[in-house]
């Protein structure tokens, strides 16, 4: 079975603080995503990246950056996280460019004082 | 563009009972589409695709789509929910770049 891990379930920052919230997969997928989910909005795309090194912008990049050195890891930065970031955030993989499923992780509930 | 719009915000129903979530979709292309699920605390788990072929595609957990082009709609069905089913609902449909584009959810409530 394919399995998404995310670092941390909850997590607490400060208004200002730098965060980094950790995804990893352990099936060799080459496609990783990082969507925020919140009431009545849905799942919006934040950042994917179809290779090492390689990222897309998705539906709202402002506020994010990632990083993905290995294949396996993918990470979300807030370089100064804000209360409006206060979010549930979801990292997925899926196997390669094209028609393909993708596969979740738990989710970090994140949470901006 | 791409879009997915699942008209029902929130549906209740009985145990045991019949369930129907809709799902319309919007794309250029043949769509290749998806339901998952999302249970409290959890992240999406997939429950059904179609890609081609029999417009009638089955699923984990006694679920079951139709795929309808002419009304753009692939509706998820399950003719007996169980209390377990309680659950967030969520359309996509795949783009051949690997993006998805999901619908808004639907939450279901299943009553004793």
């Known amino acids: 079975d394919v399995k998404v891990t995310q670092s941390s379930r909850y997590l607490v920052k400060r208004t200002g603080e730098k965060v980094f919230l950790e995804c990893v997969q352990d099936?060799?997928?080459?496609?990783m995503f990082w969507y925020r989910q919140d009431p009545g909005l849905g799942l919006r795309l934040i950042y994917f990246?179809?290779?090492?090194?390689?990222?897309e912008k998705g539906d709202i990049p402002e506020g994010y950056s990632v990083s993905r050195e290995k294949k396996e890891r993918f990470s979300l930065i807030l370089e100064s996280a804000s209360t409006n970031q206060t979010s549930m955030y979801l990292c997925?993989?899926?196997?390669?460019?094209?028609?393909?499923?993708?596969?979740f992780g738990p989710g970090t509930r994140l949470t901006v004082t | 563009a791409q879009s997915v719009t699942q008209p029902d915000i929130h549906i209740t129903v009985s145990e045991g009972a019949s369930l129907e979530l809709r799902c319309n979709y919007s794309?250029?292309?043949?769509?290749?589409l998806f339901w998952y699920v999302q249970s409290p605390g959890q992240g999406l788990q997939l429950l059904l695709k179609?890609?081609?072929?029999?417009?009638l595609v089955q699923g984990i957990k006694g679920f079951e789509a139709e795929f309808k082009r002419s009304q753009s709609s692939f509706n998820l069905r399950k003719p007996s929910v169980h209390w377990s089913d309680a659950a967030e609902y969520f359309c996509?449909?795949?783009?051949?770049?690997?993006?998805?584009?999901f619908g808004d959810g639907t939450t279901l409530t299943v009553k004793p």
């Open positions: 997925a993989s899926s196997k390669s460019l094209g028609l393909y499923e993708q596969y």
């Open positions: 099936m060799d997928h080459e496609n």
């Open positions: 179609y890609f081609s072929g029999d417009t």
């Open positions: 996509a449909v795949v783009h051949r770049a690997g993006k998805s584009t």
């Open positions: 794309y250029g292309a043949t769509p290749y």
């Open positions: 990246s179809y290779d090492v090194k390689m990222k």
